[in-house]
């Protein structure tokens, strides 16, 4: 069994930074990509970022390119989404999901694995 545990959540400020984590646990991995999903109210759950096991790939939604930005840590089995510039509408649910087959399962939305979700909530 896999577990994937995000923290870092809050409420800040517009304008603000928030960094997510998400650490691994579990049954052992083979090299897994990992990345990040988040759900505001009302909507559907849609893609943020994604990272492969090398950390030398990533990927944005146009939504937060430039504003948020995705790492990892293999010794930790953690990746970190670092939230800079935050605005109301980045307000959600933030979840964490990896997948050891390819981190094309997580661009497309289909990891093997999800986290339980940590909430972000921006202010203006």
């Known amino acids: 069994q896999v577990q994937l545990v995000e923290s870092g959540g809050g409420l800040v400020q517009a304008g603000g930074s928030l960094r997510l984590s998400c650490a691994a646990s579990g049954r052992p991995f083979s090299r897994p990509a990992m990345g990040w999903f988040r759900q505001a109210p009302g909507k559907e759950r849609e893609f943020v970022s994604a990272?492969?096991?090398?950390?030398?790939?990533?990927y944005y939604a146009d939504s937060v390119k430039g504003h948020f930005t995705i790492s990892r840590d293999n010794a930790k089995n953690t990746v970190y989404l670092q939230m800079n510039s935050l605005e109301p509408e980045d307000t959600a649910v933030y979840y964490c999901a990896a997948d050891d087959r390819s981190y094309t399962y997580i661009v497309t939305g289909t990891p093997a694995y999800w986290g339980q979700g940590t909430q972000v909530t921006v202010s203006s």
């Open positions: 990272i492969n096991w090398s950390g030398g790939v990533t």
